[in-house]
């Protein structure tokens, strides 16, 4: 069974910095890429970056490039977000997934192509 489970999250102040971490178990991740994702009250699901399991460039929105880093310790099988220079409006709880629909220079942004879901974790950032 895929499990992934986020962690990190927490209250800051604009400016500040978070690292937000996946942990998967349960199945073969080299197939998949990791996408983060965020949901703010009262809005959609949004996506914000992605990354291959093994090589591959992440990608990030143009909203989070430049302060938002993704990496990942396959050794470890987690996946982390970093996040610098934070803004209010990055409030939301941060979702990780996996999806397979990725290629060269692509990930998904769907929510619907994503198949396995974390339960979240909130960031909330002060002004």
């Known amino acids: 069974q895929v499990q992934l489970v986020e962690s990190g999250g927490g209250l800051v102040r604009a400016g500040d910095s978070l690292r937000l971490s996946c942990a998967a178990s349960?199945?073969?991740?080299?197939?998949?890429?990791m996408g983060w994702f965020r949901q703010a009250p009262g809005k959609e699901r949004e996506f914000v970056a992605a990354i291959k399991w093994i090589g591959g460039s992440p990608y990030y929105v143009d909203s989070v490039k430049g302060r938002f880093t993704l990496s990942s310790d396959n050794a470890k099988n987690t996946v982390y977000l970093q996040m610098n220079s934070l803004k209010p409006e990055d409030s939301a709880v941060y979702f990780c997934?996996?999806?397979?629909?990725?290629?060269?220079?692509?990930?998904?942004?769907?929510?619907?192509?994503?198949?396995?879901w974390g339960q979240g974790t909130q960031v909330t950032v002060s002004s």
């Open positions: 997934a996996l999806t397979h629909y990725y290629g060269r220079g692509y990930y998904s942004e769907s929510v619907d192509e994503y198949d396995y």
């Open positions: 349960g199945c073969a991740f080299s197939a998949y890429a």
